[in-house]
């Protein structure tokens, strides 16, 4: 089922809805990536309806008349009125990636509004916390055995060295998933084309972060926070992730053992269960 209503400007924006229960509003990564990549989750929607957002310029969405609005600080809005059409006062908000950075920001401005938080493998821009070369190359080591190694090694090599290529970028995406299969190939490919590559370049653009404010403002959240981080997903490194966690006075952890970048396609079952015994816990 599909549910539109309109942004801060009047754009109007869309949610899939899919499952049944209380609602998850699930925020996608990418950034500007359409929700489509998202599935069910993993299973999610057998006890949660999944409110898969699909951010503007993306999926089901209007493109806004202003590209500036793309801002992740900008988008805030358009996540507080999702809650003002939903009717509650409180929303259970899910984010991956770089999704998480909206979602913080919106736990920033509006922690009165957030029943709890779940963040799947989230990038940290909006928090300050730098990853790595290091940190990423640790996890690369760990892949050794696979077929595809020497040549997304050699690829990771270059992009951390600043000099990789568009065919650099390409060739370590199997490091992003836990098993580099048929079924990540696909995932991979449709991700790629549900993101709005204009929008991608805005989201992140100076202004959008102001991070010892974010951090400052989240040191005080009183909704429950689960991070869920992949054991070996170069993305979000779980050395990262446990520091992130623990910006939250109810943070916790869940490193998800295999699991790269999106964890509910390497192990559904696992992931379910991290996030339904979380949530339940809330409830």
């Not at 969405?61 to 500036?68: C, L, N, Y």
């Not at 999702?82 to 908000?93: E, F, I, P, T």
């Not at 015994?277 to 809330?282: H, I, S």
């Given at each position: 089922?599909?549910?539109?209503?309109?942004?801060?400007?009047?754009?109007?924006?869309?949610?899939?809805?899919?499952?049944?229960?209380?609602?998850?509003?699930?925020?996608?990564?990418?950034?500007?990536?359409?929700?489509?990549?998202?599935g069910?989750?993993?299973?999610?929607?057998?006890?949660?309806?999944?409110?898969?957002?699909?951010?503007?310029?993306?999926?089901?969405?209007?493109?806004?008349?202003?590209?500036?609005?793309?801002?992740?600080?900008?988008?805030?809005?358009?996540?507080?009125a999702?809650?003002?059409?939903?009717?509650?006062?409180?929303?259970?908000?899910?984010a991956?990636?770089?999704?998480?950075n909206?979602?913080?920001?919106?736990?920033?401005?509006?922690?009165?509004?957030?029943?709890s938080?779940?963040?799947?493998?989230?990038?940290?821009?909006?928090?300050?916390?730098?990853?790595?070369?290091?940190?990423?190359?640790?996890?690369?080591?760990?892949?050794r055995?696979?077929p595809?190694?020497?040549?997304?090694?050699?690829?990771?090599?270059?992009?951390?060295?600043?000099?990789?290529?568009?065919?650099?970028?390409?060739?370590?995406?199997?490091?992003?998933?836990?098993?580099?299969?048929?079924?990540?190939?696909?995932?991979?490919?449709?991700?790629?084309a549900?993101?709005n590559?204009?929008?991608?370049?805005?989201?992140?653009?100076?202004?959008?972060?102001?991070?010892?404010?974010?951090?400052a403002?989240?040191?005080?959240?009183?909704?429950?926070?689960?991070?869920?981080a992949?054991?070996?997903?170069?993305?979000?490194?779980?050395?990262?992730?446990?520091?992130?966690?623990?910006?939250?006075?109810?943070?916790?952890?869940?490193?998800?053992?295999?699991?790269?970048?999106?964890?509910?396609?390497?192990?559904?079952?696992a992931?379910?269960?991290?996030?339904?015994?979380?949530?339940?816990?809330?409830?």
């Open positions: 089922m599909l549910r539109t209503f309109q942004g801060a400007d009047a754009t109007v924006l869309a949610c899939h809805v899919v499952g049944a229960g209380a609602p998850l509003v699930c925020v996608p990564g990418g950034p500007m990536q359409a929700s489509g990549y998202l069910e989750l993993g299973g999610l929607s057998a006890h949660h309806q999944l409110m898969l957002f699909d951010l503007r310029g993306t999926g089901a969405s209007e493109t806004p008349v202003d590209p500036e609005s793309y801002r992740c600080d900008r988008l805030v809005d358009d996540l507080e999702l809650r003002r059409h939903l009717g509650v006062d409180q929303v259970r908000l899910l991956h990636s770089a999704g998480a909206l979602a913080v920001l919106y736990a920033a401005r509006h922690p009165e509004r957030v029943d938080l779940v963040l799947v493998t989230p990038s940290s821009f909006a928090v300050g916390l730098e990853i790595s070369s290091r940190h990423r190359r640790e996890l690369v080591e760990l892949r055995a696979e595809w190694y020497a040549e997304a090694a050699l690829a990771f090599a270059a992009v951390a060295a600043g000099r990789a290529g568009a065919v650099d970028w390409e060739a370590i995406t199997p490091f992003t998933y836990g098993r580099w299969d048929d079924a990540a190939r696909a995932h991979h490919e449709l991700g790629e549900q993101r590559d204009e929008a991608a370049a805005i989201f992140g653009s100076p202004g959008a972060y102001d991070p010892p404010r974010a951090r403002a989240l040191s005080t959240l009183q909704a429950p926070v689960l991070i869920v992949g054991e070996v997903d170069v993305g979000a490194p779980p050395r990262v992730m446990a520091d992130y966690a623990d910006l939250f006075p109810h943070g916790s952890l869940r490193i998800q053992p295999g699991a790269g970048h999106f964890p509910w396609l390497d192990d559904p079952e992931f379910r269960s991290s996030v339904d015994t979380f949530l339940a816990r809330r409830g």
